[in-house]
């Protein structure tokens, strides 16, 4: 017998180190519009699901600067530096689970999953 793991369910699995029922979003339910508070050198979220052609706006509430950025093909963005107290909303448009980090603030990584 050979097990499954759908994007969405491998994302909400592999962030959170272990399966909670709370971090699994249908499709569905899919958001559009997701926000990402970057505060104390860290993402307030790790793990977000949104619809295809839906969009992740990254909030610096940090006193810092960040640049969020994806290298993952298919999602490749840099949002260049963000000065604290910003806002940048970025698109995405291909299903998949992309991984997001800070170029200035390497610890900083989250997991965005585009569903259908």
Not at 9 to 27: D, H, K, P, R
Not at 100 to 115: K, Y
Request: aromatic content about 10%; charged content about 20%.
């Amino acid at each position: 017998m050979r097990i499954r793991f759908w994007p969405i369910m491998a994302a909400a699995f592999g962030a959170a180190g272990g399966f909670s029922a709370a971090t699994l979003v249908f499709a569905q339910d899919a958001p559009v519009e997701v926000v990402v508070v970057q505060r104390d050198i860290d993402f307030d979220k790790h793990a977000v699901t949104i619809k295809a052609g839906g969009q992740v706006v990254y909030v610096n509430d940090d006193r810092f600067g960040h640049n969020v950025f994806s290298e993952t093909p298919g999602g490749e963005f840099d949002i260049g530096r963000q000065a604290p107290n910003t806002r940048v909303g970025v698109p995405f448009r291909r299903v998949g689970t992309f991984t997001v980090n800070c170029r200035i603030h390497p610890r900083m990584s989250m997991a965005v999953t585009v569903v259908q």
